[in-house]
């Protein structure tokens, strides 16, 4: 069956210091991969999807994630964080025949210190 | 040009009562998703409209759950009789009809409460 597992619930990081959100996929064939953000009062919105080719995929707001077959993951990674990117996150796989059926994660909720 | 909205944004109500959530989609989007999002979990598929057709339904939780798209425009999500377990965050999602490349816009959500 699919699932995604995001282990970190909730991760500070301080302004300017590096991110990494990870992602963990089980599916039965090469996935379609996503990352979504939803900030406060707004609905989700698309980071970046992978879905072929290269593996390191890159995003809008400077964010990219990277594709490893052999662990089942997509980790997010943003290299400095700004205070706005404070939101939560969560990854997702696309369903083979209808990509748009997601599979989420739990969620991550970032907090950004000053 | 507009995106996905969702109305209500809150909704608070008795548990046995009847609520309707409504989704306007991007303007020619044929495809349309509802997912939910209870108790902080992670957000799970309802279901899929291709146009006014249901496409899949397999993420509908029970008997109690009626979407409709008549017309293939709006869609709504009615619950009756609403039961407190029901409570979370309801989403809507559109996309074109199309190739792999074709992006889903959620839209806010409807924080459906009931007490």
């Known amino acids: 069956a699919q699932s995604v597992t995001q282990p970190d619930i909730h991760i500070t990081v301080s302004e300017g210091a590096s991110l990494e959100l990870r992602c963990n996929y089980s599916?039965?064939?090469?996935?379609?991969l996503f990352w979504y953000v939803q900030s406060p009062g707004q609905g989700l919105q698309l980071l970046l999807k992978?879905?072929?080719?290269?593996?390191l995929v890159q995003g809008i707001k400077g964010f990219e994630a990277e594709f490893k077959r052999s662990q089942s993951s997509f980790n997010l990674r943003k290299p400095s964080v700004h205070w706005s990117d404070a939101a939560e996150y969560f990854c997702a796989v696309g369903a083979r025949g209808n990509f748009n059926k997601f599979y989420f994660g739990s969620g991550t909720k970032l907090n950004v210190k000053p | 040009e507009a995106g996905v909205t969702q109305f209500p944004s809150h909704s608070v109500i008795e548990k046995g009562q009847t609520v309707t959530l409504r989704c306007d989609p991007i303007?020619?989007?044929?495809?349309l998703y509802w997912y939910r999002r209870v108790m902080g979990k992670e957000i799970k598929f309802l279901l899929h409209?291709?146009?006014?057709?249901?496409?899949?339904e397999s993420g509908m939780p029970n008997n109690r759950f009626l979407a409709e798209r008549t017309g293939g425009t709006y869609s709504t999500l009615k619950v009756q009789p609403a039961e407190l377990e029901d409570s979370g965050v309801y989403f809507c999602a559109s996309s074109q009809a199309g190739t792999v490349n074709t992006e889903a816009f959620f839209g806010q959500g409807t924080r459906l409460t009931v007490v």
């Open positions: 992978y879905f072929s080719g290269d593996t």
């Open positions: 303007s020619g989007h044929d495809n």
């Open positions: 409209f291709v146009k006014e057709s249901k496409q899949d």
């Open positions: 599916y039965g064939a090469t996935p379609y």
